[in-house]
């Protein structure tokens, strides 16, 4: 079982910038990936971005391509998501998710991740 634990949400005006992280701890094995979701008030969780470990490959969900940017730190068994330029519409609740062998066609699938952590808000005020 590997716990998951995000830090880093808060409020920020429109245009302003946060950066989350969420530490990974217990039994990450090679090819662990992980992901951030997002879940809006009375929305369904969606995906925002995801990166493997071992290799550094990286996905996006359009909606932040570009002014998201997903990155590691192997050393610290941490992932972090550097959110610049917010929207209101950014507005939610984050959650870093893990899982084995993340690929292309599945990475958005929240109902294939296994470890969940318990979320932080992100507040975008415009």
């Known amino acids: 079982q590997v716990q998951l634990v995000e830090s880093g949400g808060g409020l920020v005006q429109a245009g302003g910038s946060l950066r989350l992280s969420c530490a990974a701890s217990g039994r990450v094995f090679a090819g662990y990936a992980l992901s951030w979701f997002r879940q809006r008030p009375g929305q369904e969780r969606q995906f925002v971005a995801a990166?493997?470990?071992?290799?550094?490959?990286?996905y996006y969900s359009d909606s932040v391509k570009g002014r998201f940017t997903i990155s590691k730190d192997n050393a610290k068994a941490t992932v972090y998501l550097q959110m610049n330029d917010l929207e209101s519409e950014d507005t939610a609740v984050y959650f870093c998710?893990?899982?084995?062998?993340?690929?292309?066609?599945?990475?958005?699938?929240?109902?294939?991740?296994?470890?969940w952590g318990q979320g932080t808000q992100v507040t975008v005020a415009s």
């Open positions: 990166i493997s470990l071992n290799q550094g490959t990286t």
């Open positions: 998710a893990g899982r084995l062998l993340i690929t292309r066609a599945d990475v958005g699938n929240l109902k294939t991740y296994r470890d």
